[in-house]
């Protein structure tokens, strides 16, 4: 059985750090896509960043660019992402997913992949 597992998150002033990290059971992520997506209330789910973990290769969102950094531990197994200068809206729940690497997929595309595996969630919230 498959679980992407999520961790971290929680509540911090505006220009405060916070990491939320994704650990995989199932599954070695070193062949996968892990995106990284948010959804705050009353708005669609958004995408905020994506690693292929093959070759290491990232994508970020224009609003987190500078900001957020997604990186992988192949030793445990996880993905993790640090956010840096949060902001107020950057508050949201945070969701990883996974997909497996195949060749007719470009990272180019990656808020739109069909992805496999999601977490479970985890809220992030940046107030005063």
């Known amino acids: 059985q498959v679980q992407l597992v999520q961790s971290g998150g929680g509540l911090v002033q505006p220009g405060g750090s916070l990491t939320v990290s994704c650990s995989a059971s199932?599954?070695?992520?070193?062949?996968?896509?892990i995106g990284w997506f948010r959804q705050a209330p009353g708005k669609s789910r958004e995408g905020v960043s994506c690693?292929?973990?093959?070759?290491?290769?990232?994508m970020y969102a224009d609003s987190v660019k500078g900001r957020f950094t997604i990186s992988r531990d192949s030793a445990k197994n996880t993905v993790s992402l640090q956010m840096n200068s949060l902001k107020p809206e950057d508050t949201a729940v945070y969701y990883c997913?996974?997909?497996?690497?195949?060749?007719?997929?470009?990272?180019?595309?990656?808020?739109?992949?069909?992805?496999?595996?999601w977490g479970q969630g985890t809220q992030v919230t940046v107030s005063s």
């Open positions: 199932g599954i070695r992520l070193d062949h996968y896509y």
């Open positions: 690693i292929r973990s093959s070759e290491g290769d990232t």
């Open positions: 997913a996974a997909l497996r690497e195949r060749t007719y997929y470009s990272l180019s595309e990656w808020t739109i992949f069909p992805y496999e595996y």
